[in-house]
């Protein structure tokens, strides 16, 4: 395996809101004081700044609002080689960055390497593929989360793709920056990889857990409409079948289900996008 790059070479980039002060760094980084890592905070607030007094720590405070804006800020704004994406209701695990360098060497074609994250008691956050790969799936790429996501950041420039900011907490679209982002990746022949390792614990509810089933499918709409999937009620079909069988969805809500989607889809239609 070639070594391209080194634990130096990491940036995490934390989305954060309304902070005061670095003392939400001490839960994130348990193992070593936050000043070991090369991070970047952007803090989102109409009210509050954030300053900082180690070089290691860079603070970018923004009057705007939206999770996606301040994703693309951050990436604008990184200096690393590997950049994490981060939020501010994590907790890094043990040897987390030794993974993720490792795997970037491993997978050093790819623009994206995504890993496993857990729950408060342990438990993974979610089904994830059971080896490595090379490059996933579109099922899978649906799945992934922001906190899972690690990327080579030259790649990503050469692309000049950043996350869509009608997607994200802070618009109408709550979820599924992620996967548009991605997929944005996918259409242009990059790989988006996968190590089965976990480096991150996530406490509390995600935010598609906080939003209601039928706006769950307004935004799934919007997404499959947007990321141009073909076959659109054959992903519809495939989400209402893990949803009934995951109990998420009962029988008797399958036609406000259908007519969430296909209103998700006409959202997109009304943003002028190109399709």
Not at 49 to 74: E, M, Q
Not at 174 to 198: I, M, P, R
Not at 253 to 270: E, M, Q, T
Request: charged share 25%.
């Amino acid at each position: 395996m070639v070594k391209v790059f080194t634990e130096n070479d990491i940036e995490i980039l934390i989305s954060t809101m309304n902070q005061t002060n670095l003392d939400f760094l001490f839960q994130m980084f348990p193992l070593k004081h936050f000043s070991n890592y090369n991070i970047l905070i952007v803090n989102q607030s109409k009210t509050q700044t954030v300053s900082s007094k180690f070089p290691s720590v860079r603070v970018i405070n923004s009057f705007d609002v939206g999770l996606s804006k301040s994703r693309n800020l951050a990436i604008d704004n990184s200096i690393g080689k590997i950049l994490v994406i981060a939020d501010d209701d994590i907790i890094y695990q043990n040897n987390f960055i030794e993974k993720i360098v490792g795997a970037h060497n491993k997978f050093n074609k790819s623009t994206i390497v995504n890993f496993c994250a857990i729950k408060e008691n342990g438990a993974c956050l979610k089904k994830y593929p059971t080896l490595s790969k090379l490059q996933l799936n579109s099922l899978e790429i649906l799945n992934i989360s922001s906190i899972e996501m690690t990327i080579n950041k030259e790649k990503l420039d050469l692309t000049g793709i950043r996350f869509d900011e009608n997607f994200g907490l802070g618009s109408s679209l709550e979820t599924g920056e992620e996967a548009v982002f991605l997929f944005d990746l996918k259409h242009k022949n990059h790989l988006v990889s996968f190590e089965n390792q976990v480096i991150v614990k996530h406490y509390g509810l995600t935010t598609s857990n906080k939003i209601d089933i039928l706006h769950k499918y307004y935004i799934y709409g919007a997404i499959v409409k947007r990321i141009l999937i073909s076959n659109y009620l054959f992903w519809l079909m495939i989400k209402m079948f893990f949803d009934i069988k995951q109990k998420k969805l009962k029988i008797n809500f399958f036609s406000k289900a259908i007519d969430s989607f296909n209103k998700g889809r006409k959202k997109i239609k009304v943003m002028n996008y190109e399709k």
